[in-house]
């Protein structure tokens, strides 16, 4: 579904929320630990793709170690 306003699609309780405002639309994709969004760096003003990571009671520190190893290899990608 579409949001109402951009920032409003964005998960409850999500720190993103506060520098990151989701555009209208579907999600970008959806894989094994979460789903991306197109969204608008409230800092610089870019487009850029956010991933939301589901929350999984019980997961295990390898799959948390996985995905803080995945957030650094995507934040150190820099795209025209």
């Not at 639309?25 to 003003?45: C, F, H, I, N, Q």
Request: proline fraction near 10%; charge should be positive; glycine fraction near 10%.
């Amino acid at each position: 579904t579409t949001p109402s306003t951009p920032a409003a699609a964005l998960p409850p309780l999500c720190h993103l929320s506060q520098r990151y405002a989701r555009l209208p639309g579907p999600p970008l994709g959806e894989g094994t630990y979460g789903t991306v969004y197109k969204a608008v760096d409230r800092t610089s003003g870019s487009t850029v793709a956010v991933k939301s990571f589901r929350h999984r009671q019980g997961s295990d520190a390898q799959v948390w170690r996985t995905c803080v190893r995945e957030g650094k290899l995507l934040g150190a990608i820099s795209h025209p």
